[in-house]
């Protein structure tokens, strides 16, 4: 049998053979002994350790700490604590270290500790604070640390120092990520990022605050207008070329700027920069705005607007279909409505269809225009339901014309319904047709679905199939504002397209230019060469329809033959011939 080990000999294997660095002090304070865990955790062999003040091992800021710490022990009280450890190279090593008495009665004649490595915690604890205050794609400051850096700055600002914040935004990022993919849209993300680098100062703060939206925080500016050299510093390097996916491409910005005021906290010179990006945007692309006080009132009013449009949108698809008279009475004093533009016949100037468009008359403000109303819609996800609205106005418009006609030949036999993109997007159009259809038992083949050439292109391998079944059930669809998109004639060629709409950009060259008609011209052949009818768009005098019926162009739409208006309106005017004539229309239109 082999003899036990002593309690000596068990300690010291324990001692040495600890995971953790392990290490003695005695009663002054100095290493005695070291195990090896301890001697790699410092990077020094152990007799270059013994001897050595515990303290003279750690950090220089931790070592005041760290010997009161040891004096503490040594005069009797247990401690634990978190410093720092040196290596002979400058490295630092994190311990947590726990100390302990040894004594005998009568006091401590030495000390025990155990340095656990926590390193690897705080390597973590940094990749999640780079997480949490830096945009992972470009490596700028997020919006929290965006809006750190503008509370420091607005607490140590002096009442005469000067701050600024610019916000930008990409103008018309979603097109490069739809038509070069979303690697290209990064890539030129990364690129505004690196421009804003090089053209703002070391001590600026420079963030990507989502998708294509930045700012930067200029902190110490001296004047106004030295913010104003900033801006132009900023466009100038972001507008420069950019080759993405073999096309070269100039990028945009919009800007707002807002100026401290020397009150406003970090949350509202952010929100101030905001409202000036908004209004920038609102002047279109490479649009710059500095906050003014009354932007601040405008938003709010828009908030409100906006909570009206959508009360405005819930009693309009709450209506009962059942009730009412189906659309020939008076337009409303207060909520949604469509109006009816004629398509005519351009030789025998007949109506023959008509164009359904959205109106709203708000309780206190009156009409407003569906420039200001649709886009809101668009921003606050109320468009498909704009939709659906719509095509069960125009579904129930005919039901309501077939049912004046008292058996007669109906006035208008096809009503066409715009179409918003993120209707398509929604995925609810095929449906949304269906239901509104069959609700006014209405033919398939008197609706026509309008949609933009963008939007019919934006995701063509999306769109088509729910553009063949409309049309599978007989359903038209039309390309509006023809020619001033992005269209493909291959693309063209594949989708089920029934009528082409030329744009009123290319009617008005009709009369306005020598040889104006060079590309009306070509768009009509283009529409007989492929089966398709045509439908120019915003015709307003003679001549243009004298030019129109010239080119063999069979339909036409526009102001000289009947502005917008109610559905009963439009039925009155077309009197017991259907010939469309001028009308006086209500001014909502």
């Known amino acids: 049998m082999s003899p036990s080990p002593s309690d000596g000999a068990l300690t010291r294997a324990l001692f040495e053979s600890h995971p953790d660095p392990s290490f003695t002090l005695d009663r002054g304070g100095a290493v005695t002994a070291v195990n090896g865990a301890f001697a790699a955790f410092v990077g020094q062999p152990a007799e270059a350790v013994v001897g050595r003040p515990l303290a003279a091992l750690v950090a220089e800021p931790e070592r005041a700490a ?8 040594l005069a009797g009280v247990a401690h634990a604590w978190q410093t720092e450890f040196v ?16 004594g005998v009665e009568g006091g401590a004649v030495a ?15 940094e990749q999640l604070q780079e997480r949490v205050f830096t945009d992972p794609l470009t490596g700028l400051a997020n919006r929290t640390q965006l809006l750190e850096a503008a509370d420091r700055a ?28 979303q690697q290209a849209g990064d890539r030129l993300l990364v690129s505004v990022a690196e421009r804003l680098r090089r053209a703002t100062r070391g001590i600026d703060t420079v963030a990507r605050l989502e998708s294509d939206a930045f700012a930067v925080l200029l902190d110490g500016a001296p004047q106004r207008d030295d913010v104003h050299l900033v801006v132009a510093r900023v466009r100038e390097a972001l507008g420069a070329p950019l080759t993405l996916a073999s096309h070269v491409v100039r990028p945009s910005v919009s800007i707002g700027v807002a100026h401290w005021d020397g009150g406003a906290s970090a949350v509202e010179l952010l929100r101030e920069g905001g409202l ?25 009013a828009r908030v409100e607007l906006a909570a009206d449009l959508r009360e405005a949108l819930r009693r309009a698809l709450a209506d009962d279909p059942a009730e009412g008279d189906g659309g020939l009475g008076a337009p409303p004093a207060d909520g949604l409505w469509a109006a009816y533009q004629p398509i005519v016949d351009l030789a025998g100037r007949r109506v023959v269809k008509a164009e359904a468009l959205v109106r709203w008359a708000h309780p206190a403000r009156g009409p407003i225009s569906p420039a200001e109303f649709v886009p809101m819609a668009e921003e606050q996800g109320l468009v498909a339901d704009l939709g659906r609205f719509m095509l069960r106005s125009a579904c129930r418009q005919l039901r309501a014309w077939d049912a004046a006609a008292a058996g ?9 319904v715009n179409v918003s993109g993120h209707h398509l997007e929604q995925g609810t159009l095929v449906h949304d047709v269906h239901a509104a259809l069959a609700e006014a038992g209405v033919a398939p083949e008197r609706l026509t679905i309008e949609l933009t050439e963008s939007v019919a292109m934006r995701d063509p391998e999306r769109v088509l199939p729910m553009l063949h079944e409309l049309a599978a059930v007989g359903v038209r669809l039309a390309i509006d504002d023809f020619g001033t998109g992005y269209s493909s004639l291959a693309y063209l060629h594949r989708f089920p397209v029934h009528v082409l709409k030329i744009d009123k950009s290319f009617v008005d060259r009709l009369t306005e230019e020598p040889r104006g008609d060079v590309l009306a011209r070509a768009m009509v052949g283009l529409a007989d060469a492929l089966g398709l009818q045509t439908v120019a768009e915003g015709v307003e005098t003679e001549a243009q329809h004298a030019q129109l019926l010239a080119l063999g162009c069979p339909l036409g739409q526009g ?18 011939g259907g010939t469309a004539a001028h009308a006086t229309v209500c001014a909502a239109a």
């Open 66 to 73: 760290a010997q009161a710490a040891v004096d503490g022990v």
């Open 276 to 300: 000036a990006l908004a209004e920038a945007q609102a002047r279109g692309k490479g649009g710059l705005a500095v906050y003014e006080s009354a932007m601040h009132a405008a938003a709010r």
């Open 111 to 125: 000390a025990q500790g155990v340095a656990r490595d926590v390193t690897v915690y705080r390597v973590i604890e």
């Open 154 to 181: 607005v607490r140590r600002a002096r009442p005469d120092g000067h701050l600024a914040l610019l916000q930008l935004d990409v103008d018309d990022f979603r097109l490069v990520n739809d038509g070069f993919g």
């Open 559 to 576: 102001w000289l033959y009947g502005r917008p208006s109610p559905g009963a309106l439009l039925l009155r005017a077309l009197g017991g």
């Open 408 to 416: 007669r030949t109906a006035a208008v036999g096809n009503v066409a």
């Open 87 to 102: 290596g002979p190279h400058g490295t630092a090593s994190l311990a947590y270290v726990t100390l302990v008495p040894l």
